[in-house]
């Protein structure tokens, strides 16, 4: 499996459990609501990834202490 069929898995069953809809507007409505949720998630978690990237000896190496704060 691919990336992307893992990110639409959770979409789909997460963000977007409603199955059915009467018309075609509240289909695109509930899928769009859906993928901006997954889009804010994965914003998210770039943004603390990239935040911890540039703290300098953020984390303990194996065998040593974390650095004082």
């Known amino acids: 499996m691919n990336d992307i069929e893992l990110v639409w898995r959770q979409t789909k069953y997460e963000d977007h459990p409603q199955r059915a809809h009467t018309t075609v507007d509240s289909l695109g409505e509930s ?3 859906a993928m901006t ?3 804010d998630r994965i914003r ?3 943004k603390n ?3 911890a990237a ?3 000896n953020c984390a303990a190496t194996p065998g040593q ?3 004082d704060q």
């Open 44 to 46: 998210g978690a770039a």
């Open 37 to 39: 949720q997954q889009r």
């Open 65 to 67: 202490a974390a650095p």
């Open 54 to 56: 540039e703290r300098p």
């Open 31 to 33: 899928v769009g609501r």
């Open 49 to 51: 990834l990239a935040q």
